[in-house]
């Protein structure tokens, strides 16, 4: 069993900064690769961005591109998301979730991560 859980989120105004953390317990979880996914109020999740277990590749979604970096301490067991340039449109809950294989490969698709967190929200004002 694996128990993420998110935090850092919160109120912010637009333009501000926030750096949600991703804190990992459990079996092993530096050996996967490490994504967040968003939800605003409505039925779709959307993918924010993903680490390798290695930590040397990532991906964005073109909406948060050059705004929103992603990174992890394997020694911390803990993955990053650091947002910048906060928008109104970016309020949501955040999750993050493990990738299904170790050492496998980077997705952008929920149904290739098999735990979860519980979400942190984040909500920016305009």
């Known amino acids: 069993q694996v128990q993420l859980v998110e935090s850092g989120g919160g109120l912010v105004q637009a333009g501000g900064s926030l750096r949600l953390s991703c804190a990992a317990s459990?079996?092993?979880?530096?050996?996967?690769?490490t994504g967040w996914f968003r939800q605003a109020p409505g039925p779709e999740r959307e993918f924010v961005a993903t680490?390798?277990?290695?930590?040397?590749?990532?991906n964005y979604a073109d909406s948060v591109k050059e705004l929103f970096t992603i990174s992890r301490d394997n020694a911390k067991n803990t993955v990053y998301l650091q947002m910048k340039s906060l928008k109104p449109e970016d309020t949501a809950v955040y999750y993050c979730?493990?990738?299904?294989?170790?050492?496998?490969?980077?997705?952008?698709?929920?149904?290739?991560?098999?735990?979860w967190g519980q979400g942190t929200q984040v909500t920016v004002s305009s």
């Open positions: 979730a493990r990738e299904l294989h170790p050492q496998g490969k980077i997705s952008s698709e929920d149904y290739d991560y098999d735990y």
């Open positions: 680490i390798s277990w290695s930590g040397g590749i990532t």
């Open positions: 459990g079996r092993i979880f530096s050996s996967h690769a």
